[in-house]
């Protein structure tokens, strides 16, 4: 993962440093050629056509040099202009419109002048079609004894750039603008008052540099700025000397810290902060620094002149808006769902349609919504889509997702965020494709960032103790915008080109907004609970509760919804879902080091860890440069304690729903409501037979309690007690958890009972997401869908022949009900059924009594707990039946053969009517020597396979079909499904006569209490037609199933390329390897190997381990137990720390038992492409004989 995970970042740097815009290229490169200054030419300026770049500069030190000290040579930057284009082209991302490279030298400093370099691309907004707009702009401004030279690249929209020339004018100003570029006003403005008063006259946002020489005397000025709250980026730092000290270092200036790896010493890296500018003189001066954010005694409310109206404050945010809207290109604005971006769309759609009218066009304005189907932002949105007229006035856009699409972009989202900061992350990915998405229609969008800053949007504020408190939190948290929210919108977006402007954020509104007094933000916590007045954001909400000038008003639902951030927003789960998945590529041991790896800012959870690898790899030396939030969340750095969020995110993801989400069949929350719309029971049963104890919600209840998510408490429903959470443990009886092992650990123990594969989970994830919302008849027919779809895909992926018809089932064990309810329907009810089992001990514990009609389990799957004295399943009483071991007492194989010859021989005698059992891979992989064939097509006899452990190849199983033998098969073993789901295969022969047989007799076979705690119509196939009606009359599905089913089939779809004699060659090579690993080690013994199980017995002394002693090894072959034997040597503590899952131990003898090795599906797929699964085996392997050797240790310390 490690070796991928750096070659993917090493191609991503590769492609950024060297991807050409072939299309800009010939658009723009014939147009602009060189381009003079805006007066008379400078000599010492080369200006070369327009390559692809970004916001860079680079300019030598002549303000700190050593006297005659020589610039430094080696500043590539400086010194080769294809360093200079190549530089750029990593961040073309932010604006291929126009771009251009421009270099020289400035001032008349010994023993050379000051070279400069500027890159810059332009996204152009304003002026789009004039080639003059494109920077850097290099210009030339008389003065009173002789002139300026001004270099300018700038980052940004000037709002007020009309007012900023025409102040300068007003002042004496008379040299004529070349352009429409709102930026070129910077220039002018600096070059008639200065750099500080300059960046204080911008209204808008920008980042710009600017080198200056004045001409007469030679001397050379450096400034650069950031806008007041920091919606966009600026970094500098300083080139290392690398000839001799006495060479002078170079300043070097991007928008985004990629192009400044590998041209600055990182230590010397810096963010410019938001509302500073920088000269080499006085280095950071912070210029925007109003009353209200310096001064904590701040409250004009308290003075009874102060007087800030409601009327106010909508006109204020309402010119914010249309301020934002200068462009001279089609926009949007991205409608979240939340108040905060409805807010702006209720302000922004008259004013749209205004300006559209004016020039004749009413086409609707395009809006982007991001999330997983039936979210709380999705939902919301559509919502307000309706409310503001529909298509007719909003074109609306929704970027629906699953969570295994984005995985593999997280590389990238880190690479383009420059942050290893967890909670931005978060809501970075599904930014990433909203921006993506918006970006392919337009060039700019508004969006509803900063409103929870200036008016307590988070809901830990209902925990203030004081508005004053509330006051300074919320300058505090103003104050980290740049680092944060305003961070992720600015790099998200132009990672795609696109420009996001923020009118909450503008400066006089937020002057006015936080002069607002602090009590009238205050939050409610019992509103919080039932959205009501007085929750987060109340005062806000209250504003904008009325109609906007087109007769529109945000939905109630909408309006008093709760606060939800992004990553929240999108899915309920989302977040978890996420943190279990990278999580798991983080090994404990990395944890464990992670304050020696990273003592910066160290990451305190796997998934701070995750991130903060994949930001080292690229920006490695640059994270101080990254402001996390204290305490690694923002509601930790608050000056209360809030039980509302913790470093993972929101506690209690309930609060973000709300009425427009559909009822879900499967909610995206993690609920412990045991309130679902959805019913896996059946309705309660008259008579005293069996009794319903609550099972609706059993299953899942104990997962959600054990801290699983809403899916995984889904993937344990419709089971047996096999797949109940023990709450005290975590997990099943098997030790498993319904979420896939961690990355570091080795399974091996597919032939027992499986967690789902990252495969199986990712795949039933995506399912489950598709189920979402549905309930009563939708849930039905949806599941129907599935199931006909599993049936399906089972049988072209076993390769069945023709006629075969498949029944699904929860279990292998339970699968043991259907050969005895067609005998019946074969037969008739006056024929004594019996039914011979072979291979006690070696198959599952609830076959044999489900073979004569007897219930195996506390638990079932459609009814839930039983209780009372019923041990039978009603309609399959009177059943006989034999069972033979598989094994002697010594150990020795039974003759199950013959064994069942002399059974069927009896039945015939008396009568009877057989069915006739044949094991295929039991629990060491034993295999019956004979699979008798159905007598007759079924009529004397019939005959099962057992073939659940899926160990077998397509011409074993046509064989067995040909033979009109019902095989019984599942994918929780080999294929690697969470326990369990199983099958009957129904060959063609006897399909065909159960065709138009009617459901057998009695009915009650098919109630509650018979097969219909077990199956629903949907399992049926079509041959099975008369019992699909006997079970559909309660409207009933088991999503459970259908979640594991879809788990096991993605398993058997990984390995269906490989044909039969490449993977029974594989698996003999494994086999034999692993048994000469085990034989190898002296206190090991490969007992017996029968294909891809390994059978061991362990030493202890001169006897082998016994069966309750084999428990304890196979509770600590998962656990690390290195810290409970002192007197391992490392190499075995190392065997011993491995977390390792093997097959549980089986009684084969009186004077032993074994534990076993399996290879599953994922193992035999990694097998097959590499030797990784050799190095796990061997590691299973050293642990077994570890635990073998310090038993007595280990046994003695109690764990």
Same mark, same amino acid.
């Given at each position: 993962?490690?070796?991928?995970?750096?070659?993917?970042?090493?191609?991503?740097?590769?492609?950024?440093?060297?991807?050409?815009?072939?299309?800009?290229?010939?658009?723009?490169?014939?147009?602009?050629?060189?381009?003079?200054?805006?007066?008379?030419?400078?000599?010492?300026?080369?200006?070369?056509?327009?390559?692809?770049?970004?916001?860079?500069?680079?300019?030598?030190?002549?303000?700190?040099?050593?006297?005659?000290?020589?610039?430094?040579?080696?500043?590539?930057?400086?010194?080769?202009?294809?360093?200079?284009?190549?530089?750029?082209?990593?961040?073309?991302?932010?604006?291929?419109?126009?771009?251009?490279?421009?270099?020289?030298?400035?001032?008349?400093?010994?023993?050379?002048?000051?070279?400069?370099?500027?890159?810059?691309?332009?996204?152009?907004?304003? /002026? +789009? $079609?004039?080639?003059? =707009?494109?920077? %850097?702009?290099?210009?030339?401004? &008389?003065? @009173? #004894?002789?002139?300026?030279?001004?270099?300018?690249?700038?980052?940004?929209?000037?709002?007020?750039?009309?007012?900023?020339?025409?102040?300068?004018?007003?002042?004496?100003?008379?040299?004529?603008?070349?352009?429409?570029?709102?930026?070129?006003?910077?220039?002018?403005?600096?070059?008639?008052?200065?750099?500080?008063?300059?960046?204080?006259?911008?209204?808008?946002?920008?980042?710009?540099?600017?080198?200056?020489?004045?001409?007469?005397?030679?001397?050379?000025?450096?400034?650069?700025?950031?806008?007041?709250?920091?919606?966009?980026?600026?970094?500098?730092?300083?080139?290392?000397?690398?000839?001799?000290?006495?060479?002078?270092?170079?300043?070097?200036?991007?928008?985004?810290?990629?192009?400044?790896?590998?041209?600055? /010493? +990182? $230590?010397?890296?810096? =963010?410019?902060? %938001?509302?500073?500018?920088?000269? &080499?003189? @006085? #280095?950071?001066?912070?210029?925007?620094?109003?009353?209200?954010?310096?001064?904590?005694?701040?409250?004009?409310?308290?003075?009874?002149?102060?007087?800030?109206?409601?009327?106010?404050?909508?006109?204020?945010?309402?010119?914010?808006?249309?301020?934002?809207?200068?462009?001279?290109?089609?926009?949007?604005?991205?409608?979240?769902?939340?108040?905060?971006?409805?807010?702006?769309?209720?302000?922004?759609?008259?004013?749209?349609?205004?300006?559209?009218?004016?020039?004749?066009?009413?086409?609707?304005?395009?809006?982007?919504?991001?999330?997983?189907?039936?979210?709380?932002?999705?939902?919301?949105?559509?919502?307000?889509?309706?409310?503001?007229?529909?298509?007719?006035?909003?074109?609306?856009?929704?970027?629906?997702?699953?969570?295994?699409?984005?995985?593999?972009?997280?590389?990238?989202?880190?690479?383009?965020?420059?942050?290893?900061?967890?909670?931005?992350?978060?809501?970075?990915?599904?930014?990433?494709?909203?921006?993506?998405?918006?970006?392919?229609?337009?060039?700019?969008?508004?969006?509803?960032?900063?409103?929870?800053?200036?008016?307590?949007?988070?809901?830990?504020?209902?925990?203030?103790?004081?508005?004053?408190?509330?006051?300074?939190?919320?300058?505090?948290?103003?104050?980290?915008?740049?680092?944060?929210?305003?961070?992720?919108?600015?790099?998200?977006?132009?990672?795609?080109?696109?420009?996001?402007?923020?009118?909450?954020?503008?400066?006089?509104?937020?002057?006015?907004?936080?002069?607002?007094?602090?009590?009238?933000?205050?939050?409610?916590?019992?509103?919080?609970?039932?959205?009501?007045?007085?929750?987060?954001?109340?005062?806000?909400?209250?504003?904008?509760?009325?109609?906007?000038?087109?007769?529109?008003?945000?939905?109630?639902?909408?309006?008093?919804?709760?606060?939800?951030?992004?990553?929240?927003?999108?899915?309920?789960?989302?977040?978890?879902?996420?943190?279990?998945?990278?999580?798991?590529?983080?090994?404990?041991?990395?944890?464990?080091?992670?304050?020696?790896?990273?003592?910066?800012?160290?990451?305190?959870?796997?998934?701070?860890?995750?991130?903060?690898?994949?930001?080292?790899?690229?920006?490695?030396?640059?994270?101080?440069?990254?402001?996390?939030?204290?305490?690694?969340?923002?509601?930790?750095?608050?000056?209360?304690?809030?039980?509302?969020?913790?470093?993972?995110?929101?506690?209690?993801?309930?609060?973000?729903?709300?009425?427009?989400?559909?009822?879900?069949?499967?909610?995206?929350?993690?609920?412990?409501?045991?309130?679902?719309?959805?019913?896996?029971?059946?309705?309660?049963?008259?008579?005293?037979?069996?009794?319903?104890?609550?099972?609706?919600?059993?299953?899942?209840?104990?997962?959600?309690?054990?801290?699983?998510?809403?899916?995984?408490?889904?993937?344990?429903?419709?089971?047996?007690?096999?797949?109940?959470?023990?709450?005290?443990?975590?997990?099943?009886?098997?030790?498993?958890?319904?979420?896939?092992?961690?990355?570091?650990?080795?399974?091996?123990?597919?032939?027992?009972?499986?967690?789902?594969?990252?495969?199986?989970?990712?795949?039933?994830?995506?399912?489950?997401?598709?189920?979402?919302?549905?309930?009563?008849?939708?849930?039905?027919?949806?599941?129907?869908?599935?199931?006909?779809?599993?049936?399906?895909?089972?049988?072209?992926?076993?390769?069945?022949?023709?006629?075969?018809?498949?029944?699904?089932?929860?279990?292998?064990?339970?699968?043991?009900?259907?050969?005895?309810?067609?005998?019946?329907?074969?037969?008739?009810?006056?024929?004594?059924?019996?039914?011979?089992?072979?291979?006690?001990?070696?198959?599952?514990?609830?076959?044999?009594?489900?073979?004569?009609?007897?219930?195996?389990?506390?638990?079932?799957?459609?009814?839930?707990?039983?209780?009372?004295?019923?041990?039978?399943?009603?309609?399959?009483?009177?059943?006989?039946?034999?069972?033979?071991?598989?094994?002697?007492?010594?150990?020795?194989?039974?003759?199950?053969?013959?064994?069942?010859?002399?059974?069927?021989?009896?039945?015939?005698?008396?009568?009877?009517?057989?069915?006739?059992?044949?094991?295929?891979?039991?629990?060491?992989?034993?295999?019956?020597?004979?699979?008798?064939?159905?007598?007759?097509?079924?009529?004397?006899?019939?005959?099962?396979?057992?073939?659940?452990?899926?160990?077998?190849?397509?011409?074993?199983?046509?064989?067995?079909?040909?033979?009109?033998?019902?095989?019984?098969?599942?994918?929780?073993?080999?294929?690697?499904?969470?326990?369990?789901?199983?099958?009957?295969?129904?060959?063609?022969?006897?399909?065909?006569?159960?065709?138009?047989?009617?459901?057998?007799?009695?009915?009650?076979?098919?109630?509650?209490?018979?097969?219909?705690?077990?199956?629903?119509?949907?399992?049926?196939?079509?041959?099975?037609?008369?019992?699909?009606?006997?079970?559909?009359?309660?409207?009933?599905?088991?999503?459970?199933?259908?979640?594991?089913?879809?788990?096991?089939?993605?398993?058997?779809?990984?390995?269906?390329?490989?044909?039969?004699?490449?993977?029974?060659?594989?698996?003999?090579?494994?086999?034999?390897?692993?048994?000469?690993?085990?034989?190898?080690?002296?206190?090991?013994?490969?007992?017996?190997?029968?294909?891809?199980?390994?059978?061991?017995?362990?030493?202890?002394?001169?006897?082998?381990?016994?069966?309750?002693?084999?428990?304890?090894?196979?509770?600590?072959?998962?656990?690390?137990?290195?810290?409970?034997?002192?007197?391992?040597?490392?190499?075995?503590?190392?065997?011993?720390?491995?977390?390792?899952?093997?097959?549980?131990?089986?009684?084969?003898?009186?004077?032993?038992?074994?534990?076993?090795?399996?290879?599953?599906?994922?193992?035999?797929?990694?097998?097959?492409?590499?030797?990784?699964?050799?190095?796990?085996?061997?590691?299973?392997?050293?642990?077994?004989?570890?635990?073998?050797?310090?038993?007595?240790?280990?046994?003695?310390?109690?764990?």
């Amino acid at each position: 993962v490690q070796q991928i995970r750096l070659q993917f970042a090493h191609k991503l740097r590769t492609y950024h440093r060297h991807h050409t815009n072939h299309q800009a290229m010939l658009r723009l490169g014939s147009v602009l050629g060189r381009r003079q200054l805006a007066g008379k030419g400078a000599a010492a300026t080369r200006t070369t056509k327009r390559e692809m770049c970004g916001l860079l500069a680079a300019i030598d030190d002549v303000w700190t040099q050593r006297g005659g000290a020589a610039h430094d040579p080696n500043v590539p930057l400086l010194s080769d202009a294809d360093s200079l284009r190549n530089t750029t082209k990593i961040l073309y991302h932010r604006g291929p419109d126009g771009y251009q490279v421009s270099s020289g030298t400035v001032g008349n400093s010994t023993p050379t002048p000051a070279r400069w370099s500027m890159g810059h691309t332009r996204l152009a907004i304003v /002026d +789009p $079609s004039n080639r003059f =707009a494109d920077m %850097p702009f290099n210009l030339e401004f &008389p003065t @009173e #004894g002789g002139k300026k030279i001004v270099h300018l690249a700038a980052n940004g929209e000037v709002y007020n750039h009309i007012e900023v020339y025409d102040e300068c004018v007003k002042a004496g100003w008379e040299t004529p603008k070349i352009s429409g570029s709102d930026c070129e006003s910077i220039a002018h403005a600096y070059a008639k008052f200065g750099g500080p008063k300059t960046a204080a006259m911008l209204d808008g946002m920008f980042a710009f540099v600017i080198f200056e020489e004045d001409a007469q005397t030679g001397k050379v000025k450096a400034f650069a700025a950031r806008d007041p709250v920091g919606i966009k980026p600026l970094y500098y730092g300083r080139t290392k000397c690398s000839t001799s000290s006495d060479d002078a270092a170079a300043y070097i200036f991007s928008s985004e810290l990629k192009a400044l790896v590998g041209h600055c /010493d +990182p $230590s010397t890296v810096v =963010a410019i902060p %938001p509302g500073h500018y920088w000269t &080499p003189e @006085e #280095g950071l001066v912070c210029y925007y620094n109003p009353e209200w954010l310096r001064n904590d005694d701040y409250a004009p409310w308290e003075d009874e002149s102060h007087n800030v109206t409601d009327d106010d404050v909508r006109e204020a945010f309402s010119k914010a808006v249309k301020k934002r809207m200068m462009s001279d290109v089609d926009y949007g604005f991205f409608l979240s769902g939340g108040v905060d971006s409805c807010i702006v769309a209720h302000d922004l759609l008259p004013f749209w349609r205004e300006e559209r009218a004016a020039i004749g066009d009413d086409r609707p304005i395009s809006t982007y919504t991001v999330g997983m189907e039936n979210s709380p932002d999705v939902m919301a949105a559509k919502a307000m889509v309706d409310a503001l007229g529909g298509e007719k006035h909003v074109q609306h856009n929704i970027r629906s997702f699953t969570p295994d699409e984005v995985f593999d972009l997280i590389p990238k989202i880190v690479y383009h965020m420059e942050t290893y900061e967890a909670e931005l992350i978060r809501s970075a990915i599904p930014n990433w494709l909203l921006a993506e998405r918006a970006a392919q229609d337009v060039k700019m969008v508004l969006t509803g960032e900063g409103a929870d800053e200036l008016f307590a949007g988070y809901l830990y504020f209902q925990d203030a103790p004081s508005p004053r408190h509330a006051q300074n939190e919320l300058r505090r948290i103003y104050g980290m915008l740049g680092n944060i929210n305003l961070h992720r919108t600015d790099r998200m977006t132009m990672a795609h080109g696109l420009e996001a402007r923020v009118p909450f954020l503008d400066t006089e509104f937020t002057r006015l907004a936080m002069s607002i007094d602090p009590a009238r933000k205050m939050v409610d916590r019992e509103a919080v609970l039932t959205n009501s007045r007085g929750r987060e954001k109340t005062f806000l909400r209250e504003l904008f509760e009325g109609p906007n000038d087109n007769g529109h008003s945000i939905p109630s639902p909408v309006l008093w919804r709760a606060k939800a951030m992004q990553c929240e927003g999108v899915g309920e789960d989302w977040v978890s879902i996420l943190q279990r998945k990278v999580s798991s590529l983080v090994s404990d041991a990395e944890m464990a080091d992670a304050h020696i790896t990273y003592p910066v800012n160290t990451p305190h959870t796997k998934e701070e860890l995750y991130y903060r690898r994949i930001y080292d790899e690229n920006f490695h030396g640059l994270e101080h440069v990254v402001k996390p939030w204290e305490g690694g969340g923002r509601a930790m750095g608050a000056a209360w304690k809030s039980d509302m969020y913790t470093r993972e995110g929101l506690k209690n993801t309930n609060l973000l729903s709300h009425s427009l989400q559909q009822k879900a069949a499967f909610s995206t929350t993690s609920s412990s409501s045991s309130s679902r719309s959805f019913s896996t029971a059946a309705q309660s049963v008259e008579g005293p037979a069996v009794s319903i104890q609550n099972f609706d919600m059993e299953a899942y209840n104990a997962a959600l309690e054990s801290g699983y998510s809403d899916f995984e408490a889904s993937l344990t429903l419709g089971g047996d007690d096999r797949s109940l959470i023990k709450t005290d443990v975590r997990t099943n009886k098997y030790h498993i958890k319904p979420v896939p092992i961690e990355s570091t650990s080795v399974f091996r123990g597919s032939c027992t009972g499986n967690p789902p594969t990252q495969r199986g989970y990712d795949a039933a994830m995506e399912l489950f997401a598709k189920l979402e919302g549905l309930e009563g008849k939708d849930l039905c027919s949806a599941v129907q869908a599935v199931y006909d779809d599993h049936r399906s895909r089972l049988s072209a992926l076993l390769n069945l022949p023709e006629g075969t018809e498949v029944v699904l089932c929860p279990s292998g064990s339970d699968a043991e009900y259907i050969p005895i309810a067609i005998a019946r329907a074969l037969k008739g009810d006056d024929v004594h059924i019996t039914n011979g089992i072979t291979q006690l001990s070696e198959i599952g514990a609830g076959s044999a009594p489900a073979a004569v009609g007897k219930y195996f389990s506390t638990h079932v799957p459609l009814v839930g707990r039983l209780s009372g004295e019923r041990e039978v399943l009603s309609g399959f009483e009177n059943l006989g039946g034999i069972t033979v071991s598989a094994r002697d007492n010594e150990g020795n194989v039974v003759d199950a053969a013959t064994e069942m010859d002399n059974f069927a021989e009896e039945a015939f005698a008396r009568g009877a009517y057989p069915i006739i059992h044949g094991v295929f891979g039991g629990k060491t992989g034993l295999r019956d020597s004979k699979m008798a064939p159905s007598l007759e097509g079924g009529d004397k006899s019939l005959s099962v396979v057992d073939a659940c452990q899926g160990r077998f190849s397509t011409d074993e199983l046509h064989e067995w079909l040909n033979q009109d033998s019902l095989v019984l098969f599942t994918a929780s073993k080999f294929y690697q499904a969470p326990p369990f789901c199983g099958a009957v295969l129904i060959p063609k022969g006897v399909a065909d006569k159960l065709r138009g047989t009617p459901a057998p007799q009695p009915h009650t076979m098919f109630d509650a209490e018979g097969l219909g705690g077990f199956l629903t119509e949907k399992e049926m196939p079509p041959c099975l037609q008369s019992w699909g009606e006997m079970l559909g009359q309660e409207r009933r599905s088991n999503v459970g199933l259908a979640l594991r089913w879809e788990a096991g089939l993605a398993g058997m779809e990984a390995l269906s390329h490989v044909p039969d004699d490449v993977r029974i060659a594989a698996v003999d090579n494994w086999a034999g390897t692993v048994s000469n690993m085990v034989n190898g080690e002296d206190n090991l013994d490969a007992w017996c190997t029968e294909r891809s199980i390994v059978s061991i017995r362990v030493q202890k002394g001169d006897g082998w381990l016994s069966m309750s002693e084999l428990r304890d090894l196979y509770r600590w072959m998962s656990m690390d137990v290195s810290g409970l034997v002192p007197d391992a040597t490392e190499e075995e503590k190392e065997a011993l720390s491995q977390s390792t899952y093997i097959g549980q131990p089986v009684h084969v003898s009186d004077s032993h038992a074994i534990v076993r090795i399996a290879l599953g599906v994922e193992s035999l797929v990694s097998y097959l492409d590499d030797t990784k699964t050799l190095q796990e085996d061997q590691a299973v392997v050293k642990k077994l004989a570890a635990i073998g050797k310090h038993f007595a240790t280990l046994k003695d310390s109690g764990h």
